[in-house]
């Protein structure tokens, strides 16, 4: 197997993804460096460690942490953890510390990996998606809450050695990693899915409580189905994932099918005591801005061009901007709101 590129592994983004898989990396025997923007969670991680809490592990690790302004050096292998909505100044930031023949690994939501590529080159992007639970608490805690897919391929879709020893090291975190050569189809599924928790984040209920809602199910389902129905017009062969069944979110699916893989989707986020999504903190407790135009964003983009109605994801990203901007309270009405009840009480 051809060796990842020498040298320590780069973590840019030491939150709640990041500082989970650098934990894991350091634990496995890898050097690890963390950067992060957060200037207390650097100088805590310096202080005292990274501590990672939760049901699978618990360990606090020691390694450098840096701010983006701190760091010297080029680096061959680093995971960009950032929100989807700082990828560009990150990636700008990250640019000068990258080798020739550098990997620069997207572990984060949305489509990231076209901004990465466009960038640095798309012979340094890497795609990743990640499905696992886990949330930053305060500086220098992470909390890591739950199991969830990891995949890793090739932007192009080839399978190639250092694709093939990047999936090596991934399955030292979690050993059902896979190694796909539809990096795209994940990606465009996690847009599918990902509409889904923006649309639970709408309410103060637990993901599993608002997927296991009878009256949340029919715009859940139409919401989905229109985030497939973009997919599929593109050309993208959307892949399953911890319950979520792409084929139950394509236009008329069958009622059983969509029943089972919101079932399935209940039962997987009721494994994890994550029981918010991070876009919920982000609104209820971090009080800032979430990732809602640059996840959803494309998606109204790639409709408009493709010819294909958003209503609804247009409607959400509405609601969820509102919600950002304090004119909005969390509630179940909002879901009646996005479905077009606009009498409905929020």
Request: hydrophobic share 45%; charged share 20%.
């Amino acid at each position: 197997m051809t060796a990842l590129p020498a040298g320590p592994i780069l973590i840019w983004g030491a939150g709640a993804i990041g500082g989970t898989l650098g934990a894991a990396f350091l634990r496995a025997g890898h050097e690890v460096v963390f950067v992060d923007n957060a200037v207390d969670h650097v100088a805590a991680i310096r202080a005292n460690g990274l501590r990672i809490e939760g049901p699978l592990w618990t360990a606090t690790v020691q390694a450098p942490a840096f701010t983006p302004e701190e760091l010297e050096g080029r680096f061959g292998l680093t995971f960009l953890c950032v929100k989807a909505l700082h990828t560009r100044g990150a990636i700008t930031e990250l640019a000068p510390h990258l080798t020739p023949d550098a990997m620069v690994v997207s572990a984060q939501n949305g489509l990231n990996e076209i901004a990465i590529s466009e960038a640095v080159g798309e012979g340094r992007t890497i795609g990743c998606f990640v499905n696992f639970g886990a949330d930053y608490l305060s500086p220098g805690v992470v909390h890591y809450s739950g199991k969830g897919a990891v995949v890793v391929g090739e932007i192009d879709n080839r399978t190639t050695p250092r694709i093939t020893a990047l999936h090596g090291l991934m399955q030292e975190f979690e050993p059902d990693a896979v190694l796909t050569d539809n990096i795209w189809g994940y990606l465009w599924g996690k847009l599918v899915y990902g509409a889904l928790l923006f649309a639970t984040a709408l309410t103060d209920d637990s993901i599993a409580d608002v997927l296991d809602a009878a009256e949340a199910r029919d715009v859940l389902t139409r919401l989905g189905q229109e985030v497939g129905s973009v997919a599929t017009e593109r050309g993208i062969r959307t892949e399953g994932f911890n319950g979520f069944d792409p084929e139950a979110f394509m236009p008329g699916a069958p009622q059983s099918l969509v029943d089972a893989s919101f079932a399935e989707m209940v039962a997987h986020n009721r494994t994890s005591s994550k029981s918010h999504s991070g876009i919920w903190r982000d609104l209820a407790i971090r009080k800032r801005k979430t990732e809602v135009e640059a996840q959803l964003g494309p998606i109204v983009s790639e409709g408009q061009r493709l010819g294909v109605p958003t209503p609804l994801t247009r409607r959400l990203i509405a609601l969820i901007r509102e919600i950002e901007d304090g004119t909005r309270g969390l509630s179940m009405a909002n879901l009646a709101v996005l479905d077009g009840q606009e009498g409905a009480s929020a």
